[in-house]
């Protein structure tokens, strides 16, 4: 059950009368926070001295979830300006004293960015991501950085070499948060901060949020900035945000959105208005929807009967909330598609040392082969690196490159047929088709099914919490997955999923404080 945070319909004299206690903060969500700030029955102060002591709690003793690289020493120095602010008749920004917690490989002004790597331990930049920059000007208080598969190579864990062991999953501690916005995603979830920043690739912000009961969003490539973000692969990296509901989730996506000159994949949405998609949070909201199972995605004989089973309830919550759905949507020409394949394009060591050049002269290395033989880096990505060695050909000539993008292209055309021919407003399937799997496992089939369909179109994917497993346990997902510049779709399909199932719940692990 959510904890309330006080009881902000009393009288102002009541108020005035109560002995002050600390706040609540366990799974209350960002307009609460805002409300109870904006009434002044709540300190910003407060309310990050609450989360920094469920991280002091919980994260490397009790649980020992072990998500945070690094709590902002300035953390309370911000939240009394943002009190000052207000007492001084300021007006609040949209997201005023909301204490985020960052994926440490967004830079950020004053703290080590280091991508999970020991390598970049040394590299402190004097700035901030885009995003970063934006939820700080929109009142946001940045409280920590969190741990990462390093640099974003893996989708299965969270393990890295700036921090000893592996991030824990707060439903079951013996068991992985996915990767590589792991930590973020363990954070959030334990209630270590309100919401968080999050990068995705391939999986990254959709997997670790099914993992651990969130809502993450994927969007159109090109409608959120990776402006100072360290590269995975410009091609595919989209960053955005991880939280408990989607309410909480579009309301950092609102600040975040829109045009970076520093990212040309950007360039798209520079004239292109951002909706207000709060408006799109209707409760009825898949009413008259027409969504369509995307068998494609999971079908796959590892696929667990639990998580399946799970599917099928969600299906059904869909249905009964007003929505059709068309088990079987035939698509011959996106199949026969995603079956050629159209060669390698190891984009990393470019797209790396294109942002240590930039980030010159504080980052400690320059080029991947410094990061090579420096040996600070944790010998699970060894392969990873010598294979972005092997890059001798810049990207603009890699065949695989070039045809990589036509097949993009093609597989946008004939999905989009589809949907037209069907009249859908979207697809849905399991976010992953495997519960998650006991730490260290790399055996047991781990069932991400993200990989394909949101990085191969560069069209928007929302994952949000559709159950547990395993004894009712473990959370799983479910992705609506949608057309491109369709976002307020998607929310207005996810939200109104989420208001009539209600799966949301807080792990045992971490409970309130006293």
């Given amino acids: 059950m959510r904890r309330l945070l006080l009881p902000l319909l009393a009288a102002p004299a009541a108020l005035a009368a109560q002995t002050p206690r600390a706040p609540q903060v366990v799974e209350t969500p960002v307009a609460e926070l805002r409300r109870a700030l904006a009434a002044r029955t709540l300190t910003c102060r407060a309310l990050v001295e609450a989360y920094q002591r469920r991280i002091e709690a919980y994260d490397k003793r009790g649980p020992a979830v072990n998500a945070i690289v690094v709590v902002a020493p300035d953390a309370l120095q911000v939240a009394d300006s943002l009190d000052a602010h207000l007492r001084g008749g300021g007006r609040p920004g949209p997201l005023h004293c909301v204490p985020v917690i960052v994926k440490d490989n967004f830079e950020t002004r004053g703290l080590a960015t280091t991508a999970g790597s020991l390598s970049l331990a040394e590299y402190v930049p004097d700035r901030d991501a885009f995003q970063v920059r934006r939820v700080r000007e929109a009142g946001a208080v940045i409280l920590a950085k969190s741990n990462m598969a390093e640099f974003a190579f893996t989708p299965f864990e969270t393990v890295s070499s700036i921090l000893p062991g592996y991030t824990r999953n707060p439903y079951a501690l013996d068991r992985v948060t996915a990767g590589s916005s792991g930590g973020t995603a363990a954070a959030v979830a334990a209630s270590f901060g309100a919401v968080g920043l999050g990068t995705d690739t391939g999986n990254s912000i959709r997997g670790p949020s099914s993992h651990q009961a969130l809502v993450g969003i994927r969007s159109t490539m090109g409608l959120t900035s990776r402006g100072g973000v ?145 040996r600070r880096w944790h010998p699970t990505i060894q392969a990873r690196l010598e294979n972005g060695l092997r890059a001798t050909a810049p990207i603009a000539r890699q065949p695989g490159c070039a045809a990589g993008e036509a097949r993009r292209a093609a597989v946008r055309t004939a999905l989009l047929a589809v949907m037209d021919a069907q009249k859908l407003d979207a697809f849905v399937y399991p976010t992953w088709s495997n519960p998650p799997r006991l730490i260290g496992d790399l055996n047991t089939p781990a069932g991400d099914n993200s990989q394909v369909f949101s990085p191969l179109t560069g069209w928007p994917a929302v994952q949000v919490p559709m159950g547990y497993t395993r004894g009712n346990t473990l959370p799983a997902g479910i992705t609506f997955f949608g057309r491109a510049w369709d976002e307020a779709t998607l929310f207005r399909l996810a939200y109104a999923y989420e208001q009539a199932t209600k799966h949301r719940r807080a792990p045992a692990s971490t409970p309130p404080l006293r």
């Fill in 230 to 374: 360290v590269p995975l692969n410009l091609g595919a990296d989209v960053a955005g945000p991880m939280a408990r509901t989607v309410a909480d989730a579009v309301a950092v996506f609102q600040v975040v959105a829109g045009y970076d000159p520093a990212d040309t994949a950007t360039t798209v949405a520079r004239d292109r208005a951002i909706p207000d998609y709060a408006a799109s949070l209707r409760a009825d909201g898949l009413r008259g929807a027409r969504l369509g199972v995307l068998r494609a995605a999971y079908e796959r004989p590892s696929a667990d009967s639990g998580v399946l089973a799970v599917f099928a309830r969600a299906v059904a919550d869909l249905r009964r909330a007003g929505a059709t759905v068309v088990d079987t949507v035939p698509m011959p020409a996106v199949d026969s598609l995603l079956r050629t394949s159209a060669g390698e394009c190891n984009r990393f060591k470019e797209d790396l040392e294109g942002f240590l050049a930039a980030a010159s002269p504080r980052a400690p290395v320059r080029t991947l082969d410094e990061i090579v033989k420096s």
